[in-house]
């Protein structure tokens, strides 16, 4: 079996795939790329079991057939290489590769291809479709608030919740919650379910900026599929917490702000913060907003005033700085909203101007004051 290809189209494709790949994976082929080639096409897999990701592009081939190619190696050669057609060349008999560039040779030990695990496809599934970009705005403003806490397995993946026509995206810690809703969707479906933050940053780095991109599910997976990839991925098999229940309905203290200046102050103030807790101290009154912090085992201390609106009891709040500018971070409004219950209950960051078809809330726990 023979085929070229560009190296530098070939690099682009498997450095998404080398997202799948595990560094000690559990069977010794999945440290391979999977190469079929069928019709002048050569489709392209990597896959940890839980995770796969599937992508195609065109090339000149003289045969059908299937080799598993030493990602690590493999990688590095392309990447060493200036862009050029290179062509492989694969021993059917004891599936040695031998990669021939403009500048020479390179020979590799493949595997059989057939060795390599199936990889689940769609069956009985549900299926919605939305824009590329709303998936990665979704992924982008969610992912950041999941939990790395392995006893609490649903909590390390973002929670889908499909509802006809809107798709609600949810992460949370525990400390932090993000819940972001769009209203631009096709489908006919109401469902859950928990998608891990692997395929999630698999998906991050493989979506286009533009079209469409088709989500199929069933019980036991997910598939995505946009363009010429698919990420397919085991979803957690787990309850999702009630998160409705721990966002607070009547905040009657709101801060406005100017998001640039709260964030670059925050990051100032941040600087000497206690290092485990990183809790900074807000305290609002009409017409200005007091952001302080101390370290008192190394007598650090900082202060900076900004101007604000706020409607409500002056009050003092804690938080934990680092939260609050990854929160910041997603927003993309020129203004935040803060509303408040208490010094001791969760605040509700918003955007102050809200996009079409979309809707953002964060919650954050406060650090409660020490004395």
């Known amino acids: 079996m023979k085929f070229s290809v560009s190296s530098a189209e070939l690099l682009k494709q498997l450095q998404i795939l080398s997202g799948a790949i595990n560094t000690n994976p559990v069977l010794p082929i999945l440290e391979d790329f999977l190469f079929t080639i069928g019709n002048n096409k050569l489709t392209l897999a990597a896959s940890d079991l839980e995770t796969s990701i599937i992508t195609e592009m065109d090339v000149m081939a003289d045969s059908d057939g299937t080799i598993a190619v030493p990602a690590k190696i493999l990688l590095e050669t392309l990447k060493a290489l200036p862009q050029q057609p290179i062509t492989f060349s694969v021993n059917e008999d004891n599936y040695g590769i031998?990669?021939?560039?403009?500048?020479g040779k390179y020979k590799l030990a493949g595997e059989n291809g057939s060795d390599f695990p199936r990889i689940p496809t769609p069956d009985s599934v549900d299926t919605l479709t939305i824009p590329c970009l709303t998936l990665s705005q979704g992924i982008n403003k969610t992912l950041f608030a999941t939990s790395n806490d392995e006893l609490r397995p649903a909590m390390t993946g973002v929670y889908f919740q499909v509802d006809m026509s809107k798709l609600t995206l949810v992460a949370t810690d525990a400390h932090k919650l993000v819940k972001y809703t769009f209203s631009n969707v096709a489908s006919n479906v109401s469902t859950s379910f928990i998608v891990p933050k692997k395929a999630l940053n698999l998906l991050r780095n493989a979506l286009p900026g533009s079209g469409e991109v088709s989500i199929?599910?069933?019980?036991?997976?997910?598939?995505?599929?946009f363009e010429k990839t698919k990420v397919i991925c085991r979803l957690i098999d787990a309850r999702y917490p009630d998160y409705n229940a721990v966002i607070p309905v009547d905040n009657p203290n709101t801060l406005v702000v100017t998001k640039s200046d709260f964030q670059s102050s925050l990051k100032r103030i941040s600087i000497y913060a206690n290092k485990t807790t990183n809790q900074v101290l807000l305290n609002i009154n009409n017409g200005s907003l007091t952001i302080s912090a101390q370290d008192l085992d190394f007598s650090n201390e900082a202060t900076e005033q900004i101007t604000c609106t706020f409607?409500?009891?002056?009050?003092?709040?804690?938080?934990?700085?680092?939260?609050?500018?990854?929160?910041?971070?997603?927003?993309?409004?020129e203004e935040v909203k803060l509303e408040l219950a208490g010094p001791t209950r969760a605040g509700i960051l918003l955007p102050v101007e809200e996009v079409d078809h979309e809707e953002i809330l964060m919650l954050v726990m406060p650090v409660m004051l020490s004395h």
């Open 98 to 103: 031998e990669i021939t560039s403009a500048y």
């Open 216 to 225: 199929a599910f069933n019980k036991a997976n997910a598939f995505f599929d």
């Open 311 to 333: 409607e409500g009891d002056p009050m003092t709040i804690g938080f934990n700085a680092k939260f609050l500018v990854e929160m910041l971070n997603v927003l993309e409004s």
